[in-house]
């Protein structure tokens, strides 16, 4: 698995699709997993895990983390100003320890910021 974060509209979309041309592009949160994926938009499928009460780590490794030859892209969005609202800081919070997870179980892990990509693991 390849894990890249970075910031919203920084081209890993871009750079996921380089490392995996043969790859199809599927948003989280319509739940049509498979095998030789490229992930994103992880945050709003967390979200929607929060607010069914279903534990976020625990689903990824049942669901997605099972399929073969992933690449996942993810948003980081807890950098910056704490949220004021508790439901924001839910799903900060949930995305961290969520990325955390990916970089542990990846092989491969990329920083994406203004399109230069830099292998962090």
Known sequence: MIFIFGGIFQ??????????????LVKAIDKNYQDNMI???????VLKLITENIDVIDYFKEEILI?????I????IGLGVVP???????????VG???QELTTESKEVYRV???????VK
């Open 113 to 119: 910021w203004n399109g230069i990509s830099r292998r």
């Open 97 to 99: 320890f969520l990325y």
């Open 84 to 94: 004021i609202k508790k439901e924001d800081r839910e799903l900060r919070d949930q």
């Open 67 to 71: 399929k073969k030859n992933l690449i």
């Open 39 to 45: 992930l994103y938009g992880l945050e709003d499928l």
């Open 11 to 24: 081209g890993k979309v871009e750079f996921a699709k380089s490392l995996g041309a043969n790859h199809n």
């Open 73 to 76: 892209v993810g948003n980081e």
